[in-house]
């Protein structure tokens, strides 16, 4: 009983940190929903620690290298994408072989968090549940993850990674549109240095790829805003339902949507004519960049609190960086490094401010 107190209020303190500190781990996969379902904690009555309650350096190094592998795993994301694309398979396709090759372990999910235990047994879902998961499903998991697959045909893994990380700052903007909440002075100074950045790596890579990167940078910058939606409406379900059923169901509707998607604008004879890479690369897209990663950032929450395990997770832009050299053969420029430093600061100019950013709907 004591480690179940201790951990509970490792979440609430570290919630708060988290609400603040969006630092995303990977863009349009299980484990932000996850990671983003842990700062509802923050409505549980705080418990007081036990005096003698210490985490133990064995379980904090395990907990950090488990953040950590699960960071840059999802980091990797971007770069096997790219690494498909050179074998001509196209943005529809390539969605479509991720979620049905994760759809099994999206399925397997969603009964183990919904299955009766201690008997306790989950709230039915109700038909307004069903459409707010349909909704979900589409808005954050769906069409997100096909305008980043999309955007990803025309800009480096760099500049995307770069953009999704604008995530926050979107949240930010659209709790001032649609709920009225006042952007500080020291927030709108975060947001001008983060957009700098950007624009700053931007005209870097008009220089390199040409002008199809204003293309394939609005098809990002429009995932991150689908997110961002889904971010701001989906507390209420995640409070009903509980964050991992969530994650299965919404998960399992965008599976649909991408299988629908392929059937309707793909001839289904096309799959024998892939090239094998494309299909080992979307299986591990599928595995070690979604799954396995949702289950070490877990466990890597379990054992540090949200709010670490979120710092941790800082390392996922610098990881894609280093990725996209490595693996993509992509210029480390000062630019590209210049617009990063700009935008991470930025990032933690406007969740470290004294006035919150909200992430979720009241309601």
């Not at 999910?109 to 047994?121: L, Q, T």
């Not at 399992?252 to 629908?260: K, L, N, S, Y």
Request: glycine share 10%.
């Amino acid at each position: 009983m004591q480690r179940e107190r201790l951990i509970l209020n490792r979440y609430c303190v570290g919630v708060k940190a988290i609400g603040q500190v969006q630092r995303q781990f990977v863009l349009f996969s299980p484990s932000r929903a996850l990671v983003h379902a842990f700062k509802r904690i923050r409505h549980v009555p705080s418990l007081p620690l036990p005096s003698n309650s210490v985490v133990p350096l064995p379980s904090m190094a395990a907990g950090l290298a488990m953040a950590l592998l699960g960071a840059v795993a999802f980091s990797g994301k971007a770069i096997i994408v790219k690494l498909a694309y050179r074998h001509g398979v196209d943005a529809i396709t390539l969605l479509m072989l991720r979620m049905l090759l994760a759809l099994p372990f999206f399925l397997a999910m969603a009964w183990w968090a919904g299955r009766p235990r201690r008997a306790v047994v989950p709230p039915v879902l109700a038909r307004k549940d069903a459409l707010g998961v349909v909704w979900l499903g589409f808005t954050g998991y769906y069409l997100a993850s096909f305008l980043d697959f999309a955007g990803l045909t025309y800009i480096s893994a760099s500049f995307e990674r770069l953009v999704l990380y604008l995530n926050p700052t979107l949240v930010l903007i659209l709790g001032a549109f649609l709920y009225r909440r006042p952007i500080s002075g020291v927030q709108w100074a975060g947001l001008a240095i983060s957009y700098g950045g950007v624009l700053l790596v931007f005209g870097h890579e008009v220089r390199l790829t040409g002008d199809d990167v204003w293309l394939g940078a609005g098809l990002v910058f429009a995932s991150a805003v689908s997110y961002a939606l889904y971010l701001s409406y989906s507390g209420e379900l995640v409070r009903r339902l509980g964050a991992l059923r969530l994650v299965g169901l919404a998960s399992c509707v965008a599976c649909v949507f991408c299988i629908g998607q392929f059937a309707l604008l793909r001839p289904v004879s096309g799959l024998l004519a892939l090239d094998a890479s494309v299909w080992w690369l979307s299986a591990v897209n599928a595995t070690a960049c979604t799954v396995v990663p949702v289950v070490l950032v877990m466990m890597g929450i379990e054992r540090l609190g949200a709010g670490l395990a979120a710092q941790v997770g800082m390392v996922g832009p610098m990881s894609t960086l280093a990725m996209a050299a490595l693996f993509l053969d992509e210029p480390l420029t000062p630019w590209v490094l210049g617009g990063t430093v700009l935008v991470m600061g930025g990032v933690f100019v406007c969740t470290r401010s004294k006035t919150p950013v909200h992430i979720f709907h009241k309601g």
